[in-house]
């Protein structure tokens, strides 16, 4: 018996398609079920002025697969020497949807972050006037806070004394893989939103641990202690508001996954879609994944939920997903969630 579900056509508020060989490879990847993405800015040199920005997209655009109206939504990389001007400009023509808070050094390519946040407190007055949301990696870098601990920390050290020195600016706290992380964002009212990862609904940081080291479950921040995986199950399909999917897909090439210093990002784009509606089903939430994927984020980024639709099924045999894809610089390993997933995209 198969069973079918449609919903609008989702979107991914977070969201790594990197540039060159790796770009062409995964976006037809996320292109196949999103309409829109919000696209990190953490290249290699950063994404941090408007022009920049542009470029991007315009590389992004040429890659599209034949006839696909995917929209990438483009951020900047915020550094101490951003120009707010430069953000209200890039904001104002509609180029930039969000701007992306980095801690100096916290992850995956992120040297030219901030690390003295008073340099920042410009574009920050300026992003709060012009309601454009600034997006955030939530961990503290302090050498001496344990690696599990660095969201909960972020949340009273930085992200909280941020948020009351800047009235009005709307955050979106990203990747929470914490139960505080989940109630921080859920007390903060409609300035706040939280954006959360197919994997970190899926993995505890068992998985990444016993039995051998699993270098494709390491990702930042690193998934945590079970009852924060079940704290962020029950958030994301509460249907609440304040909630809503980021997948953080972020590719590396196999040789720097499987490396002595392997690199932090779990790549999900390829199944996405049917993992959701997998977790969805067994928590008895199949009518809020609309809501997780399709309808909260473009609600506070005040955008239209997309007109388009997509259709998922669920067959009777496993559906068989590619556990790679091929990119020139090597194959790329495609998130394993551990379990048989009946769920497909039309
Ligand atoms: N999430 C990750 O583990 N890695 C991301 C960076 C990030 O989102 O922190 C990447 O760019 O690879
Ligand atoms: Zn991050
Ligand atoms: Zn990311």
């Known amino acids: 018996m198969s069973k079918t579900l449609t919903i609008p056509r989702p979107d991914d508020w977070h969201l790594h398609l990197r540039d060159g060989a790796m770009l062409r490879a995964v976006l037809p990847e996320t292109t196949r079920d999103f309409a829109r993405a919000i696209i990190m800015p953490n290249l290699v040199p950063p994404v941090v002025t408007g022009a920049q920005a542009s470029a991007y997209r315009d590389r992004i655009l040429a890659t599209l697969p034949e006839g696909s109206r995917f929209q990438p939504l483009m951020t900047l990389y915020l550094t101490e020497d951003t120009d707010p001007d430069d953000v209200a400009a890039a904001a104002a023509s509609d180029l930039v949807k969000a701007v992306k808070l980095y801690p100096a050094g916290a992850t995956t390519n992120s040297a030219s972050g901030v690390a003295n946040f008073d340099r920042v407190r410009a574009v920050l007055d300026r992003m709060a006037e012009i309601g454009l949301p600034l997006c955030v990696h939530g961990e503290v870098t302090d050498s001496d806070i344990d690696i599990f601990d660095r969201e909960a920390v972020f949340i009273d050290r930085v992200l909280d004394p941020v948020r009351r020195a800047t009235p009005g600016l709307r955050v979106v706290m990203e990747h929470i893989t914490t139960a505080q992380g989940v109630d921080y964002v859920r007390a903060g009212g409609d300035t706040i ?39 962020l199950r029950a958030a994301a399909t509460s249907g609440e508001p304040s909630f809503f999917l980021g997948t953080d897909s972020a590719p590396h090439v196999d040789a ?80 394993d969630p551990g379990f048989d997933v009946y769920w497909r995209t039309a």
Request: aromatic share 8%; hydrophobic share 35%; glycine share 8%.
């Open 256 to 335: 720097l996954k499987e490396h002595a210093c392997g690199c932090a990002g779990c790549f999900t784009a390829t199944n996405t879609m049917p993992l959701l509606a997998h977790v969805f089903e067994e928590e008895h939430a199949l009518d809020h994944l609309a809501a997780f994927a399709c309808h909260n984020g473009p609600a506070f980024y005040g955008l239209p939920v997309n007109d388009r639709t997509l259709t998922m099924e669920k067959g009777d045999m496993p559906t068989d997903f590619p556990s790679k894809i091929d990119c020139a610089d090597g194959p790329v390993t495609v998130f």
């Open 193 to 231: 939103g939280g954006t959360i990862t197919t994997h970190h609904l899926i993995i505890n940081r068992n998985h990444i641990l016993v039995g051998g080291i699993k270098p494709h479950y390491y990702c930042l921040p690193v998934a945590k202690r079970e009852e924060h995986r079940l704290a």
